[in-house]
Structure formats: C-alpha cells, structure tokens
C-alpha cells in the first residue's frame, strides 16, 4: 500500500454538506492500488456500552464507491445521513494485496481492535446550513450565450460612434466600430430562443472608451454607443418574457483611465480625494509609452496586465467597497439582473468577495456570480464568494484532447475526472463551461475550418457536468483567430451562415434541455478509450436512465452495435461511425 498517496481533508471538497441532509465524503489514493474502503461514522457522541461495560462510540459503516479514475489516482465518495448535525468518521483501507490500514484524524496505522478502540477520527463538529454550497439550480438548466455587444447586431444607428464602419466590412481591431448595440440584441431575441438559448451573458455594456468596454468610465450609465437604461430595461424584461435570464459583465478590479476618479488624480495627485483607490507608488502617476497601446513600462502605479490605460482598484478601501456594492446593488434592484461575472476575479481580494457575495445574494436570494479564474478556483468556489467560475481548466482540457490532439484521450479523460474533484458537487454542477470565447480564437478556426469537428467538441461540451455555454456565431459557423479576430460581427445574411451547423446546434440545445437533470445530477463515466482508433464513450447515468455518447477522432470507420437509435448523431452511416462522427444513446 502507497500511504504517502492517501490523502483526505475535512470540512473541504473532500467533506461536506452536499444537501440539506446529505454530506458526501471522499478519499484520494493511488490509482489501482486500493481493493476496498470501508467508512466508519456516526454522532461523536454516540454511545453504547460493550460486553465489558465500556463505553463505545456507536457508529455505522459503509463501503465507498470508486467514483472516479485518473492515471495517478482513484477517488473513493460515499454519501451518509446523520440523524444529528454532528459528525465523526474514519476510514479502514485494504489494498490489493489484502494489507489493510486505519486513517482518522492523527495518523494511518495498520489495522487492529486495538487501533480501532484508539480512534481520532476526523470532525465536522456541527453541519450548518448556511455553510452550505448551494448554488441557484436554475443555472443547471441553462444554455447560456455570450454577446459582444459592439459585434452582435446593429439595431439602432442613431446611436452609432463617430466613424462606424459598414456591418462586417472589415476585420475587427482593438480600435474600429461597427455599432452593434442593445437594441440589436432586442431585435434578435426571437432568434436566440428558436435556438435554444435562456441565458445571455454580455460583455460589458457601461459607458467606457474602447470597444470592448473593459475600461470602464461610469458604472451607472448604458455607454451610449449601446443605448440608454430605457433600451436595457427593455431588453432584461422582454428576456425574461422568454424565461431567459441575464448576466453582466463587471470590471472591479480596475476603472478606465477616462473614469472621474482617476482623471482627479492625475490633476490632483497625492491631493486627490481618490488617490487612495488606487495602487499608486509615485506621484505625479506617469509611464512611458511603447509601439503598443496597451504596453507601456516604468508605470508608477499598478494596472492590469500592462497597460496604462486600467488602474488597478483597492478594493481594501473602505470607499471602494461602498462604491463598488451599490453598483453591485443598483443594477439588481432597478433592473431585476440575475448574474454577475466578475473580470480579473482572482485579481481582487478575497474579503472584498466574501461581502460582494453576501449582498448580492441577500438582494436576490437565487442570484448567481461567476468569477473569471482561469486556474484552481478552489480559493474562491470552497467559500461564499463566487457560484461559479468561467471553467478554463475544463475548456484546455477538452480542446487539447478534442481539437488540437496536443493530449491522448485517456490523457484528457484522466485530467476531466481530476477537475471535477478539485470542487464540491454542487460547484462542478454550475460552471460555466465553454469553449471559446471573447478572450480567445473562436472553435471553428481552432478546428482549422472542420465544422465536423466543431460540432464532435460542441456535443462534448454539452454532455459535461456543469452549464453550457456558447460564444455569439458559434452556431452559424463564424470564426476567428486570436483577440482582436475572435470579435468579428456576426454573420446575419443567411447565405452567410453555416445552416447545417444552426439545425444541429438547435437540436444539441434541445437535447442538453430535456435531459438537464441526467447531465448534472448523473454519474460520470469514460468507456472504451481507445488511444489508437481515436474513439471513447462517455456514459451519464441517473436512475433508470443511462445514455451513452460515443465519438470517433479517428480516420477508420468505426462499427457500433446500437440497440436503438440515437437520439442525436452526425457522420454515422448504416451502423458505422466515421471520422469526426457521434452517437448519443438513450439505453
């Protein structure tokens, strides 16, 4: 037995209350190596008298499930029910070879009655329910579609920028306007709910300089460019007419260098009654320019990344905070919003979340915050601060298996199982899992133009754990390189649009709808990996329902047996799935 691979931490992802009366318990070990695992635990106060009169802890025992498989280790998970809100367990381990071990709390011992009768085990001493993960379920119901708003749809030209350019008339940069705007958005609401969609997710929509509207000047107004605080009202109920919900895009770690704020500092220096909103080291607040806008060098006070154009927030000021959760608030209150996401999250400090996440959900009991983290969020997700985070890890992983081919499938497979296990189930069930978007190339163009391809990682995505979530014109086949390209308009011109991709994609969102339940609540399981052929099968199971989705990457035709047909597929023919091809299986 490798004792140095066990490995189990309370009160964590590993143990906790999964529902109301529901805790879920896991244990890490080395993969393949662990034949059995029993599960002591009961009330730390239980007891009951032995045949010498002694008293001894009363506890009930069970044997963990291999829930899921890695190359380097095997999860063991088993769900109890305490008839207390307190609770004590340890774990008995056997290995293959039939050695056998006792884990609690203080040290891992060889298994004896006397070991047994010695117990440390490990304690939740009493399960809160406000300490509960519990997330707005309504998310695991959700498609969600990303706009860029300046990019969608041009509704209203009477609002566009000084020298917008003609719809698609040239590649986008970091500098030119095509007038996309809310009333756009509004106009194509009956689109984006024949397609599927009942969440939208739009980049930021408040008055800023640039196109992408990351520079923020003034929270509490629409920019003018996209409309007015009318326009958006519009837009939040007529969604919610559709059941759609609707997410903002905030910036809180830095304001724009037009904001009020930081032009008084650069008029008023160390005098500027918000100097102390900012990191600043020297004053008067200076750099030097480079070739590059967004670069610049001997800054003396602290951006994003490195551009003069984003001082960076102190979010430890008590002014910031205020100011920053009224706008958190106002946006709740006056227009009935229902989700944030937060940009640069892991940027920002985490009392100043732990608050934010308090007020929001106080407001709105159901609201959802989502984070961009694009590492282990597990700082963020095991705590009240964010629902959810923008699923990174996930997206590389499956792209690197899928599309580029950089990784074998058993080798994606392994680091899927790995990620769902760094997050309490509850989390994992409401990430926001995608594959491209306003921060990368768009999917077709990662896929080098195999709109095949597109659509074999799209269904993938769909049948993960967690809410899916697609970028504007994934659907009619747009594509993209890197930022600035992967913000190009969208194609609206039906001669334009890939319709064979809109048809299926219509039918994978009606299909990820139906079934939401089986794909966030079931069971989740790799079969039949086959590194050589380029096929796998991926397994959902809830109840008496098991489907079974089986993909082929590979050139060679390959057979399936199927005993009914799929409920979807593409490139299957006359019982033979081809390169690029998938079948989904109700059983």
């Known amino acids: 037995m490798d004792i140095a691979a066990i490995y189990h931490r309370p009160d964590s992802e590993m143990a906790y209350l999964r529902e109301e009366d529901k805790f879920e318990i896991r244990l890490k070990v080395k993969h393949a190596d662990i034949a059995q695992v029993e599960l002591l635990y009961g009330d730390p106060y239980g007891q009951k008298v032995n045949e010498k009169d002694e008293g001894v802890w009363e506890h009930e025992t069970v044997l963990m499930k291999r829930a899921f498989v890695t190359k380097a280790h095997d999860y063991f998970s088993a769900d109890v029910k305490t008839p207390t ?33 010695e117990l440390t085990c490990f304690r939740m001493p009493y399960l809160h329910q406000i300490d509960r993960i519990d997330p707005p379920e309504w998310v695991k119901e959700t498609v969600w579609y990303q706009i860029f708003p300046e990019r969608f749809a041009n509704g209203d030209q009477t ?54 509207k990351y520079d923020t000047i003034d929270y509490f107004t629409i920019d003018p460019a996209f409309g007015d605080k009318k326009t958006f009202k519009q837009l939040v109920d007529k969604a919610h007419a559709r059941g759609m919900k609707v997410m903002l895009d905030a910036v809180f770690n830095h304001l724009g260098d037009f904001s009020m704020q930081w032009q008084d500092v650069i008029t008023h220096g160390r005098d500027s009654r918000f100097a102390s909103w900012f990191h600043i080291n020297e004053f008067p607040v200076s750099y030097t320019k480079t070739e590059n806008d967004e670069f610049a ?42 989700a944030w996401r937060l940009d640069v999250a892991n940027e920002v400090d985490h009392h100043f979340w732990r608050h934010f996440y308090s007020l929001t959900h106080f407001l709105k009991k159901d609201f959802y915050v989502v984070g961009e983290v694009w590492h282990n969020a597990q700082s963020w997700l095991n705590q009240h601060e964010f629902d959810a985070a923008m699923n990174y890890p996930f997206t590389e992983t499956l792209m690197d298996g899928l599309v580029s081919q950089k990784i074998s499938l058993t080798e994606m497979a392994s680091r899927l199982n790995e990620q769902l296990m760094w997050y309490r189930l509850p989390t994992d069930q409401v990430m926001l899992n995608s594959l491209d978007t306003h921060d990368t190339a768009r999917l077709l163009t990662q896929c080098q133009g195999e709109s095949e391809l597109a659509k074999l990682a799209l269904t993938a995505l769909f049948l993960q754990i967690g809410s899916p979530c697609i970028y504007y014109g994934t659907e009619v086949g747009l594509d993209g390189g890197n930022d600035p390209l992967c913000r190009k308009c969208m194609l609206w011109e039906k001669e334009e649009q890939d319709q064979t991709m809109l048809v299926f994609m219509q039918k994978l969102i009606a299909l990820r709808k139906k079934y939401h339940r ?70």
């Open 518 to 587: 089986l794909f966030s609540y079931g069971s989740y399981t790799f079969e039949a990996i086959d590194d050589v052929h380029k096929t796998f099968c991926l397994k959902r199971t809830l109840a008496d329902k098991t489907l079974r989705a089986y993909f082929n990457l590979g050139a060679t035709p390959q057979k399936l047996e199927l005993t009914k047909e799929p409920l979807l597929a593409n490139n299957w023919e006359q019982g033979h799935l081809q390169k690029n091809g998938l079948a989904l299986v109700l059983e």
């Open 159 to 212: 609002n566009d920028p000084k020298g917008t350019l003609p719809w698609g008339s040239a590649e986008p940069t970091p500098e030119n306007f095509f007038g996309g705007d809310l009333q756009g958005i509004i106009d194509h609401l009956d689109y984006l709910q024949e397609l599927g969609i009942n969440g939208l997710y739009l980049c930021p929509i408040f008055t800023a300089h640039s196109n992408h």
């Open 297 to 338: 060098t001997d800054l003396t006070y602290e951006v994003f990344a490195n551009t003069p154009h984003m001082p960076k927030l102190n979010t430890a000021s008590r002014e910031v905070q205020n100011y920053l959760h009224e706008i958190a608030s106002y946006w709740i209150k006056q227009f009935d919003i229902d």
């Open 85 to 117: 809100n307190r609770l004590q367990y340890a774990f008995i381990i056997t290995d293959t070879a039939g050695e056998k071990m006792l884990y609690d709390d203080r040290k891992l011992v060889p298994y004896t009655k006397e070991a047994l009768n």
